[in-house]
């Protein structure tokens, strides 16, 4: 059962230009989401998160937006740039006791320059 | 580099042998995760130590897998009489802990990840 989905497997963008890769989620009872970002053969690199009273944060290039009621969250990369490039994990996780993270099944980046 | 690392970084056995993967997290951090990651999906969560204690386990993890953290700091990963649908790769996470109730902790389940194992069963 994936708790988290991301339904985009790949996207391309002009250098640039904005990326903005979605992500969807099912348990009402996650309260914190995270995006990774994963280059071939490194582990994922923690990028940018939210917990559930915000509605936005933002991080330089990078900013995230939840939107609780639609249990949607995206990442919006402006400007896009070619070392952008990768695999990006969206995750979340609850208030139990592990706080293990979901991840949703990734979203390959191409920046075109 | 103060990073989580993982050693081997590449594993290649045959099917029915057992295999031990090691991590090391960042020091200060007391909790320590493992994940397998298979083509084409995300991270699954197999278990977690909270300092020397193991909390939580998956119910991917067999009983064929066992995991340690003896004296709270590296963390072993062993799989016996593996499978070729252990075939994966193995992360290691860490983190500081969990801070609730701090609203508007933006960073309090951060995880840190390291490079990763990755396992051939032939």
């Known amino acids: 059962d994936q708790q988290v989905k991301q339904n985009s497997p790949s996207l391309s963008v002009q250098e640039g230009r904005i990326s903005i890769l979605n992500c969807d989620y099912t348990n009402s009872m996650f309260d914190y989401f995270l995006w990774y970002k994963k280059y071939p053969a490194e582990g994922p690199t923690f990028l940018i998160s939210?917990?559930?009273?915000?509605d936005k944060n933002e991080d330089g290039r990078f900013t995230v937006f939840l939107n609780k009621s639609a249990k949607h969250l995206s990442l919006h990369i402006v400007p896009s740039q070619p070392g952008d490039s990768a695999v990006y994990f969206c995750?979340?996780?609850?208030?139990?006791?592990?706080?293990?993270?979901?991840f949703g099944t990734g979203t390959r980046l191409t920046v075109i320059p | 580099d103060t990073g989580v690392s993982q050693d081997p970084r590449h594993k290649i056995t045959k099917r029915g042998q057992n295999v031990t993967f090691r991590c090391d997290p960042i020091s200060e951090h007391n909790r320590l995760y493992w994940y397998r990651q298979t083509l084409g999906q995300g991270p699954e969560f197999l278990t977690y130590?909270?300092?020397?204690?193991?909390?939580?386990k998956s119910r991917l993890l067999s009983d064929r897998f066992s995991a340690e953290r003896p004296k709270g700091s590296f963390s072993t990963l062993e799989i016996q009489r593996t499978e070729q649908g252990d075939s994966a790769m193995y992360l290691c996470a860490s983190s500081p802990g969990t801070f609730f109730g701090l609203a508007g902790a933006d960073s309090y389940n951060e995880q840190f990840f390291g490079p990763g194992t990755r396992l051939t069963v032939l």
């Open positions: 995750a979340a996780s609850g208030r139990t006791g592990a706080n293990n993270l979901f």
């Open positions: 130590f909270q300092n020397e204690a193991q909390l939580e």
């Open positions: 939210i917990s559930s009273i915000k």
